[in-house]
């Protein structure tokens, strides 16, 4: 690999005197921008304002579950309440947050591409998701849904009497969004690599996205074509789902998780493409075994659309039905402990330096774990059979949601900022909240498996006197998750104004994306760069001390 000194001077004889942000100020400039930064720009301040109320609808549950009895929320209104939290931060949060503004800024970056294949479907995109989301947020400010995320029927189909059709609408309207996005990460892959830039060279962080990719495109018209079947029913009293009219209500649950557990990945795969690159990049060695973790990557997404069944071990499916998923259920496990396996590998000996983003990356891997092995106590028949629907679930499910994939977009974010926005954080707050993040998830979720084992069942507004305490411990570490989750919010927003400015790599790192300036310029590079280096060449033939280098670079913030 060359100097990553000599590599910038090679792709930046100058600083441009324009980049992507300076490039047009006016409204108009941004709303019918075809550069897939901007886009990503926008997307990041859009799912954020989401994260920031379905977060306050968390934290309303919270207070509701300090004492046994319903005493804040009436149960009716409580029903809105995690409804609406989990539509949120599911569709308009965890599913689009990685690939929308993460992978939108840097796939192309990261390949050598001055922008996506599809620039104009990428604007569209955007456009899709914000009429999805203000339909959402529609039915929820004119009075809300409370039929569970999922919208199980026959509730969706009868017995609900709140907004269901046009908080479905606006699901059905956001699957384009996603679908066009996959569209566009394939189609950039396959066609728009920078010449060396060969399958075997791609960032990891690539390969994450082109296997989420063939998941959006896959499944998601499975779910828009079930809230179709779901209206129709709802509207035109077809017996599709509904018992009472001829309907088979196990039908609903097919369809829905055949989508929605392969969702799992559209949401954590990115993560996982984040983490190799922090694990590999913040321990100074190439990542262990590339290609098992490029390939598991693909073997996550496809076993992904096998395990739908796991979902309904007690919906009186058959028996040997539920053997099948409860065995695939187990063999998904491997693809992702391949990866657990060689991110540990690669730490084995490395010269590990512990920034915020390492702490995150160290954090998820924790987390990730919990929550991967206790998925597999739910896809065992016999023990499923007594946590179905009580608050291991719960647990389990913010485990690898929380503790998998907001662990790794804030690392990721974390580790671009200065590439995203030209300024330098403050690594003394950034160390501060990743650890109140970890300690207060923790805190919230952990007790949580011990009173699912214990039989609370979730969404319920009341429970059992006995059952307070772990409650107290969960709502007092909501408090402190939440205080780490506000942090990054006011020093990242502190350092676009006071920010020291960023150099073009200021981690010190190989990879095209630290080739180029901070911020960007609107084309990304000025000629179109030619690999000629493996992925992850910490090799150093020109004798600069990277490690050092980056040490000088570090102390300078604040």
Known sequence: MQNVDAVNSDFIEKEPKMNYLTNGFTLKSWLLTKDHKRIAIMYLITVSAFFLIGGLYAATIRLELLTPQSDLLESGTYNKVFTQHGIIMVFLFLIPVIPAILGNFLLPIMIGAKDLALPRINLLSLY?????GALIMYALMQGGVDT????????????????????GLGIFINGFSS?????????????MRAPGMTWFRLPLFVWANYATSLVMILGTPVVAITVLLLALERIGKVGIFDPAIGGDPILFQHLFWFYSHPAVYIMILPGMGIISELISNFSRKKIFGYEFIAFSSIAIAVFGFLVWGHHMFVSGQSIYAGLVFSFLTMVVAIPSAIKMFNWSATLYKGSISYDTPMLYAIGFMGLFLVGGLTGLFLGSMGLTVHLTDT???????????VGGQVLAYLGGLHYWWSKMTGKLYSEFWGKISAMLIFVGFNLTFFPQFILGY????????SYAEELQVLNIFSTAGASVLGLGMILPLVYLTHSLIFGKNASSNPWMLP?????????????NFESTPIVTWEAYDFSDENGLDLEEARRRHLATIV
Not at 391 to 401: L, W
Not at 511 to 523: A, D, I, Q
Request: proline content about 9%.
């Open 454 to 461: 214990q039989g609370m069942p979730r969404r319920y507004a």
């Open 148 to 167: 569970g995320w999922t919208f199980y029927t026959p509730y969706s189909t009868t017995f609900s009497n709140t907004y269901v059709m046009a908080t």
């Open 391 to 401: 608050y291991f679930i719960v647990a389990h499910f913010h485990y690898v949601m």
């Open 179 to 191: 679908i066009l996005t996959g569209l566009n990460f394939i189609v950039t892959v396959h066609t």
């Open 511 to 523: 990879g095209l994306e630290w080739r180029v300036p901070s911020p960007p310029p609107t084309e």
């Open 128 to 132: 899709i998701y914000w009429i999805g």
